[in-house]
C-alpha cells in the first residue's frame, strides 16, 4: 500500500509560481512511477506530468512544458511540481498518483491517489 498527501495548492495571479508537494508513505519504491494529474469543474481527470523514482525520467503534458517542473527528493519520499507562469486555465484540483511498473497518461490506470490540492489562478 502507498499513500500519498498533496500541499501546496493555494490562489495566485496569472504568471505567479506555486511548488506542490506529494509526500509518498508506504511501500514506495525505485519500481514506481508518479505522476500528477489536475481536473477542473466539469472536466475530466488529465494527465500532467510523471517522473520515474529511481532514474528522474520526466515527461509532461504539452500543455505544460516549459512551465511546470517535475522533481522528487527520494530521501523525503516526496514529489515535487513547480509551477511558473501560471494561467488561468490551469485552475484545477491538482492530484497526485502513484502506480508500479511504466507510466501511462491515463488516470483509469494509477493505483495510487492522494486527496488533492486546490490551484486558482485569477486576478
Known amino acids: 500500500q502507498v499513500q500519498l498527501v498533496e500541499s501546496g495548492g493555494g490562489l495566485v495571479q496569472p504568471g505567479g509560481s506555486l511548488r506542490l508537494s506529494c509526500a509518498a508513505s508506504?511501500?514506495?519504491?525505485?519500481?514506481?512511477?508518479m505522476a500528477w494529474f489536475r481536473q477542473a469543474p466539469g472536466k475530466e481527470r488529465e494527465f500532467v506530468a510523471v517522473i520515474r523514482w529511481s532514474g528522474g525520467i520526466t515527461h509532461y503534458a504539452d500543455s505544460v512544458k516549459g512551465r511546470f517542473t517535475i522533481s522528487r527528493d527520494s530521501a523525503k519520499t516526496t514529489v515535487y511540481l513547480q509551477m511558473n507562469s501560471l494561467k488561468p486555465e490551469d485552475t484545477a484540483v491538482y492530484y497526485c498518483?502513484?502506480?508500479?511498473?511504466?507510466?501511462?497518461?491515463?488516470?483509469?490506470?494509477?493505483?495510487?491517489w492522494g486527496q488533492g490540492t486546490q490551484v486558482t489562478v485569477s486576478s
Open positions: 498518483a502513484a502506480r508500479r511498473g511504466t507510466y501511462y497518461y491515463s488516470p483509469r490506470l494509477y493505483d495510487y
Open positions: 508506504g511501500s514506495i519504491s525505485s519500481a514506481y512511477v
